[in-house]
Structures are given as structure tokens and as C-alpha cells.
């Protein structure tokens, strides 16, 4: 398809899979990623504080994965910084790109 890899998923050795596609260029017009604009920290921290979103993470995860999902959020250098800075540059920079 003469498609172009962007980035992948961080690495993480600790799990044991393959490290995901996070972003591929389709054509000079289409790319996909894996952000998620639309998971603000304010909504999402709403969403898993909800009795029964809580309870599914913990029963499947466990309290200290909701727990540090819930602190994540509320980081700086997480989900508040991408959706501040990388989502905004990399749309600004595709944008440029096909200018």
C-alpha cells in the first residue's frame, strides 16, 4: 500500500507483546493513530471514579492498577500533557506536511 510507520507504542518490558502500531501515514492524505483526543483527564477521571467503572478495573486489574490509572491522569507528564502538546503538534505538522 506504500503506507509509512510513524511511531509505536513505548516499550515496555514487562509485558510480553508485541509493541503496538500507535500511528501510520495511509497516503498523503489519511493517517491513523492511536490518541485519543477526546479522553480528557477531567472526563476520564469522572468516568473511573463511577462505582461500576471502578469496580470492573478493579475486579479485572486489581485496586492498585485503578489507582495508578486515576494518579496518571492527574500527571502532568501523561494525559494532560498529550492532549496539550503532542496531539496539537502533531496535527499542526501534518497539516504543514500536506500544505
Known amino acids: 500500500m506504500g503506507a509509512t510507520l510513524l511511531c509505536i507504542e513505548k516499550e515496555r518490558p514487562h509485558v ?6 500507535m500511528a501510520i501515514r495511509f497516503n498523503k492524505y ?5 490518541f485519543h483526543p477526546e479522553a480528557d483527564a477531567i472526563g476520564m477521571t469522572m468516568y473511573l471514579k463511577r462505582d461500576d467503572k471502578r469496580q470492573t478495573v478493579i475486579d479485572s486489574y486489581g485496586f492498585d492498577k485503578w489507582k495508578s490509572m486515576i494518579d496518571h491522569l492527574n500527571d502532568p ?7 496539550s502538546h503532542i496531539i496539537p503538534n502533531f496535527l499542526n505538522s501534518c ?5
Open 30 to 34: 489519511m493517517i491513523g493513530t492511536q
Open 16 to 21: 510480553p507483546l508485541e509493541r503496538a502500531v
Open 95 to 99: 497539516i504543514k506536511l500536506n500544505a
Open 77 to 83: 507528564d501523561k494525559i494532560l500533557f498529550t492532549y
